[in-house]
């Protein structure tokens, strides 16, 4: 797993070469075997492929157009929709999307009691630790993987078609490599870690 640690990388070419039921069953199997904060299991994964796609691609679009024209839910985001456009023609070449959600979350534009916010935190936590084993997974079977944050750019038309109970976290665009990209730079251990004793 050190390997898989070492050699995972953000993948934003693929190629058209399917992925196999039993493959993408094992990464969402590794998703589930993370660690999760009271052992709530906060997370739920919603598999988009073929027409599915197609269809989330075009709602993602009219959403980064709701956002780049009026009633933005970003609106200090704006110089980020050119990489969210490019994000969702990434998504275009993988064959899957995998949407996480917090099945327990609850809207972001809902307000939340500072204990709320605390279980919040705790589950996105747990659904990021999931998220990782599914990259790891990924990685160590030879697909290549990003992690998609531009989804907030789409959040209202994507939690609409999704039409799921829950938070909607993140996506995930899964596919074989069509590039090799090096490691991008990495903040020296140094300037990051406080030693205590």
Not at 72 to 83: N, T
Not at 146 to 174: H, N, P, R, T, V
């Amino acid at each position: 797993m050190i390997s898989a640690i070492y050699n995972r990388r953000s993948i934003r070419k693929f190629t058209d070469q399917p992925i196999s039921q039993k493959d993408i069953t094992d990464i969402i199997q590794s998703g589930i075997k993370a660690p999760s904060s009271k052992n709530r299991q906060p997370w739920k994964y919603i598999v988009i492929q073929g027409n599915a796609k197609k269809e989330m691609l075009q709602v993602f679009r009219l959403g980064i157009e709701r956002e780049e024209n009026d009633n933005a839910l970003l609106p200090l985001s704006k110089q980020h929709i050119a990489a969210a456009k490019h994000t969702v023609d990434i998504m275009a070449e993988a064959p899957i999307i995998v949407f996480v959600v917090n099945s327990m979350g609850k809207s972001i534009l809902t307000e939340l009691t500072p204990e709320e916010h605390i279980y919040e935190i705790c589950n996105i936590q747990s659904i990021s630790a999931s998220i990782q084993n599914m990259l790891l997974a990924a990685t160590e079977k030879g697909i290549g993987s990003l992690w998609i944050c531009d989804i907030y750019f789409a959040y209202s038309e994507l939690c609409k078609w999704l039409d799921s109970d829950g938070q909607l976290i993140a996506a995930i665009a899964f596919g074989y490599p069509n590039e090799f990209p090096k490691e991008k730079p990495r903040k020296k251990i140094e300037d990051i870690v406080e030693w205590r004793s």
